[in-house]
C-alpha cells in the first residue's frame, strides 16, 4: 500500500498529499525552494527545475499568492533522451545542426519518437496518482507548462516557442501533455533560437499547477515594457491588462481587454475599458469561450481591491529585481474575499532576432503582409522568399543603388512575412531626395519615433552620386522602354506557363518533376523581377508626384512652412488625380463579376440557385448566360482567390464557391453598375485638375500632367504584372499537387496537401535522390505551421524582436490609420476575423472591416460602402483597386478587427485616413490610443 508524503496547499481548500510514488517523481514548490544553494554560490536549480518553476517556488516561499505546482525534472526529461532516441538525436547535437538538412531530419525523427513512445513507467504512474490527488479540488483540469532550463532568463527566453496546454484532465490527457511540452523543443524554430542565443544544451522541465476557476486574469507590468513605441509612462506606474475568465487571450492579444493605468500606490490613473462579449473557461466540453452576457461585457473585470492587491504584488517583486517583469495572474472565482494569484512572473524580454536582425532593426509587415496575411505554409515561404529577395535586389540595382553582400530583406517572424525595414530604407536613402518619411507614408506608415530613428541612418549618397552619370541614363531608357518589357515578358511567359501546364506531369519521372518545379519557380523569379522594377517605378512617380502637389500647394496656399495640412492635402490629391485608370488589372475581376450578378438577375433559376446557396460550382447552376459568363471568367481569372499568394489556397478555377458567394452578397442589394464606381473616380480626378488648373501656372501644370500619365502608366504596369506572379504561383500550384499525389501513394498516412509542409529545397532534393523519405519532416513543418497560424499576429511594426504581450487594440472612439481611397462615408461595420469568408455574412452597404484585403477579396469592394483594414498602405494593391472603384478606405488601422464590431456604426473618412464609431459616447484620447497617427 502506498504511504502518502509531501503536503501541498490548494487555494483555500486545505493539504493534498501525493503518493510516495509520485513524490519520487514530481517535485513540489516547496522541495524546490529547500533545494536552493548558498546565495554566494550560482544557484543549481534552474538547471534541474527550469527558471520559471524556481522563480514561482520561491515567490510563494516568501508569502506571495502562488498556486500549488509540481515539476518533472531535467533528469527525467534526458533520461527519457537517452532511452528512447538515437545517438545524436539528443538536444545539444540537434542545436550544433539548426538550420541544416541532417538537422532537420533528426529533429523529426526525435519528435516523432517523443510523441509516439510511452512515458516511463514509474512517471505515469506518478501523473496517475497525482490527478486522483487533485481532481476532486481542480474542477478546471491542470495546467501543463514549460518550464526549460533557459526559460526565463534576462535574455534569453522561450516565451512563444514552447508549448502550454490548459483544461487537461485525466491520466491519459496529461500523459499526452507532457509528450507535447517535451516535443516542442525539437522544433525548427525552437532550435534555431537556441542557437543563436549560443546555448549548447538544454533539458525541458515540465511543470504542472490546477487550472485556477479564474473570475478574471490578465498581465501585469511592473515598469514600461521596452519595445511599445508610442505609450507614455510617469515614473513607477504600472500597467494592467485583463478580461473575464482565464487570461490566455490577454497574453496573445487576441481580443479586446481592458487596460489599466495604475500608480504605484495602486491608484488608477487611467482605464479604458472594452467590450468583452466572450471568455475563455474550461468546462465539461474541454477548454473554450463562453459568451459574457450583455449585462457585464462592458463592466471592468477588476476590482478596486484586485488593482490594489496587484500594485502590491509589483511593490514585492520590485524589492527582489530591478528588471521589468510581466506577470500573469488570475483572480480566483471561489476566494472570498477576491484573491489575486501569480501564475508565472518573468523579464520582459521578446522572441529571438528575425534572421538579419539585432536589437536596433526596425521590421514591418505594413505593406507586405497585404499579399499574404498570417502564417505561410513552408513550401509558400520558401518560394516567396527567394522570389522577394532576388525581385528587390533587382528593382534596387536598376536605381542604381548599392546592396550589401549578405543582407537579409525579408525574414520569418512566426511563419509571417517582415521586410528588413532598416536595411531597405539604408538602401533605398541611397537616392537623394528619397526620405524613408516620404517612403512610409506610401507604403504602409511606422510610428514617428521608428521613422525618425530610418531618417538618421539613411544610407551613404556618395557613391550613389559617383555612379549617376553611369546610372541615370539607363533609369530613363528603363522606364520609357518599360512597357514594351512587360508586354514581351507576358508573350514569353506565357509560352512557358503553357509548356508546363499541358505536361501530363503523371508520366514524368520523379527526377524529371523535380526539374519541372524548378523550372515554375524560375518563371516566378522573373516575374517578380519584373514586377518589383515595375513597382518601383510606380512609387517613384508617385512620390514625384506627391512631391510636386506639396510644392504647389504651399506656393498656392502662401504657406512658408511644410505644413501637416499641405502633407495630407497634397497625399489625398494625388490619390483623387490617379483614380480612374482605364484597365487596371486588379480593378478587372470585381467589374467583370458585377456583370455576371447583372447577367443573373435577369435568369431566375440562376439567381434563385445562387441565392439559395444549392449551385456551389459552375456545373450546378442552371445552363445558360450565368454559367456561360462564370465560365468565362474562370477562364480570365480562374487562377486568382482570396488570399492567393499562400500556394496552398484553391484557385477559383478549382473551388468557385467564394467566388458564388461574392455573387449572392452582390444579388442580396439593388443592382449596381459596374461601370459607375470608375466614373466617379474619373469624375473625381477631372474636378481635382481643374481646381489646380485655374490656380497655378502653365509650367506647373505642364509638369503635373506628365506626372500623372507616368503614375497611372506605371501602376497599370505593376498591376499587370501582379497578375502575372499570380498566373506563375498556380503553376507551381498544379506541379506540386502532382508531387503531393506521389507524396501520399508513397506515404497513405500523409493526409492530403502534405507537399505544401516542405520546403522547395526539400522538394527538389527528394526528387533528385529517389523520393528521399520526408514523412517525419512534413509530421514536423505542419506542427510548427498550426502553432505559428493559431498565433495571434507580431505587431506590424516592431524593433528588435517581437514584444511578447503586444497592447490591446484601442477602445477610443476614434481610430487612425492611412488615407487610401478618398471620400468620406457612414455605414455599418461587417468585422471579418482571420479564415473567415466575408462573402458570406457581407450586406450590401455596409463597411467592410478586415485584417487585410487582397485581390481575391477586391470584388466585395464594389458592394461594400467603405473598407478598413489593419495592414497596407495607399499604394497597396487593394487601396488602388479601391480607388478605381472610387469606394473610401483607410488601411494600416491597428487592431481594426478587435476594435471594431459587426453592427456598430461607423464614420470612414478616407481623406484623413480616420474610422469613427459613431456609436461609441466621445470622450479623450485614451492610453492606448497614444500613438495615433492624426496629423502625422
Known sequence: MWYLVRVALLPERGPIELTARASAMLHPFSAIHASRGKPSKADPRPQRFGGKAVTLADLAADGLPVPPGWVIDAKTFSQVVDEQLPKGHDVASLIKLAGTRTGMDRAARARDRILQDPLPEGLSHALEDLWAALAPTAPWGLSVRSSATCEDARGASLAGLATSLLGVRGRAQIEDAVRQVWASLYLPRTLLYLHKWSIRTVAMPVLLMPVVVAKAAGVLFTSPPPGLAGDRWAEGERLVHSTFGLGAPVVDGASTVDTYRISREGAIVDEVIAEKTTMLVVSERGLGPEPVGE????????????????????????????????????????????????????????????????????????????????????????????????????????????????????????????????????????????????????????????????????????????????????????????????????????????????????????????????????LLLSAGELMLTCASASLAAHLALTTWLRRVLKKRDAHGDEAVEVRLEAARVAQALTGGIAELESANPGLALLRIANIARREPAALEAILTRHARTTEELPAGPTRSALAEFLDAFGDRCVREAELMTPRWSEDPSSLLSMLEAALRGPSIDPDAGPARARALADRELARLEATVSRADLLVLRTLIERTQAYTRLRERMRARVTRTLGVI????????????????????????????????????????????????????????????????????????????????????????????????????????????????????????????????????????????????????????????????????????????????????????????????????????????
Open 733 to 936: 500550384r498544379y506541379v506540386a499537387l502532382d508531387i503531393d499525389r506521389r507524396l501520399s501513394r508513397l506515404e497513405p498516412s500523409l493526409p492530403e496537401r502534405s507537399v505544401f509542409f516542405c520546403t522547395f529545397d526539400e522538394l527538389v532534393y527528394a526528387l533528385r535522390s529517389g523520393r528521399a523519405e520526408v514523412a517525419h519532416i512534413i509530421r514536423l513543418r505542419r506542427a510548427e505551421f498550426l502553432r505559428d497560424a493559431a498565433r495571434p499576429d507580431p505587431p506590424p511594426t516592431f524593433v528588435g524582436r517581437p514584444p511578447p504581450v503586444r497592447l490591446p487594440p484601442s477602445a477610443a472612439p476614434r481610430l487612425y490609420g492611412l488615407a487610401a481611397s478618398p471620400g468620406v462615408v457612414e455605414g455599418r461595420a461587417r468585422v471579418v476575423g482571420a479564415g473567415a469568408d466575408p462573402a458570406t455574412a457581407l450586406v450590401p452597404g455596409e463597411i467592410l472591416v478586415a485584417r487585410t484585403t487582397d485581390i481575391g477579396m477586391s470584388p466585395l469592394f464594389l458592394v461594400a460602402a467603405g473598407v478598413v483594414t489593419e495592414l497596407g498602405g495607399p499604394l497597396s494593391h487593394a487601396a488602388i483597386v479601391a480607388r478605381e472603384y472610387n469606394v473610401p478606405a483607410v488601411v494600416n488601422v491597428d487592431g481594426a478587427t478587435l476594435s471594431l464590431r459587426t453592427g456598430e456604426r461607423l464614420r470612414v473618412d478616407g481623406d484623413r485616413g480616420i474610422v469613427e464609431k459613431l456609436d461609441a459616447p466621445q470622450k479623450g484620447p485614451s492610453l492606448v490610443g497614444a500613438n495615433a497617427r492624426e496629423g502625422t
Open 295 to 522: 449585462a457585464r461585457s462592458t463592466s471592468g473585470s477588476l476590482s478596486r481591491d484586485v488593482l490594489g492587491q496587484l500594485s502590491a504584488i509589483a511593490r514585492s517583486l520590485g524589492v527582489r529585481t530591478k528588471d521589468a517583469l510581466d506577470v500573469e495572474f488570475a483572480v480566483d472565482a471561489t476566494s472570498k474575499p477576491e484573491r489575486v494569484f501569480i501564475l508565472q512572473a518573468r523579464p520582459v524580454t521578446g522572441g529571438v532576432f528575425p534572421e538579419g536582425g539585432d536589437e536596433g532593426t526596425v521590421w514591418s509587415r505594413a505593406n507586405i503582409g497585404e499579399a499574404l496575411p498570417g502564417a505561410a505554409t513552408p513550401l509558400t515561404w520558401s518560394i516567396a522568399r527567394r522570389f522577394s529577395d532576388a525581385g528587390f535586389r533587382a528593382a534596387f540595382s536598376t536605381l542604381g543603388c548599392n546592396v550589401p553582400k549578405g543582407a537579409v530583406l525579408v525574414s520569418n517572424v512566426y511563419g509571417r512575412f517582415y521586410l528588413n525595414l532598416t536595411e531597405f530604407m539604408e538602401i533605398a536613402g541611397q537616392v537623394p531626395g528619397l526620405s524613408p518619411r516620404a517612403l512610409l507614408e506610401q507604403s504602409g506608415g511606422a510610428p514617428d519615433e521608428v521613422i525618425a530613428d530610418l531618417e538618421r541612418r539613411r544610407g551613404a549618397r556618395g557613391r550613389f552620386l559617383l555612379r549617376a552619370p553611369f546610372k541615370i541614363p539607363g533609369l530613363v531608357l528603363r522606364g520609357v522602354r518599360l512597357e514594351r518589357d512587360v508586354e514581351a515578358y507576358e508573350q514569353e511567359a506565357e509560352r512557358r506557363r503553357k509548356q508546363i501546364t499541358e505536361l501530363d506531369l503523371g508520366l514524368l519521372p520523379d527526377d524529371a518533376l523535380g526539374q519541372t518545379l524548378t523550372a515554375a519557380s524560375d
